[in-house]
């Protein structure tokens, strides 16, 4: 059985096609101050994150946030798996703050995030 707490690389949303599809129409989003989520379902689902040149000038701190939400991605991604199976759905986290946070608030937001995406689909 693999273990269910891995971001492999091909979980990465990087095709320009699918990102282009995922901002279009027909998706969906929620909020969850500082990340918003962009979904709709997919096959073979793919998770992208963005924090914006805006918010941090430096990319040493746009690196961190990224992988934070990473983290916390990776940790909680089982609320996702369990109702659809793996690889339904296309998210997008984007990072809307100017303020760094802890890892503790950004996986809160995560998580409610996840749950709130799995209540609605």
């Not at 901002?23 to 929620?30: Q, W």
């Amino acid at each position: 059985m693999p273990n269910p707490y891995v971001f492999r690389k091909a979980e990465r949303l990087c095709s320009r096609k699918r990102i282009e599809a995922l901002f279009a129409g027909g998706s969906r989003s929620l909020s969850a101050y500082p990340l918003r989520a962009v979904f709709r379902k997919a096959d073979g689902g793919q998770l992208l994150i963005s924090v914006s040149k805006r918010h941090f000038k430096h990319a040493v701190d746009r690196n961190r946030v990224k992988r934070l939400i990473r983290e916390a991605y990776r940790l909680n991604k089982h609320l996702l798996t369990n109702q659809f199976g793996p690889g339904r759905l296309d998210l997008a986290l984007i990072w809307m703050s100017d303020e760094m946070a802890d890892f503790s608030t950004i996986e809160d937001r995560v998580r409610n995030l996840l749950q709130r995406i799995g209540e609605q689909l």
